[in-house]
């Protein structure tokens, strides 16, 4: 029988990484959450 098996793996310095874009300010968003026309109702 031939198959593809698909095995998940942890990704390796991502965990660092983010420590040190944080550390770095570089995790600021680039979009707003809300934009100024952007009406927003409650639900």
Same mark, same amino acid.
């Given at each position: 029988?031939?198959?593809?098996?698909?095995?998940? #793996?942890?990704?390796?310095? $991502?965990?660092? #990484? #983010?420590?040190?874009?944080?550390?770095?300010? /570089?995790?600021?968003?680039?979009?707003? /959450?809300?934009?100024?026309?952007?009406?927003?109702?409650? $639900?």
């Amino acid at each position: 029988m031939n198959s593809i098996v698909i095995k998940p #793996a942890p990704r390796q310095g $991502w965990e660092e #990484a #983010a420590k040190q874009c944080h550390a770095n300010g /570089d995790d600021k968003l680039l979009m707003p /959450d809300v934009f100024d026309d952007e009406e927003v109702l409650p $639900w």
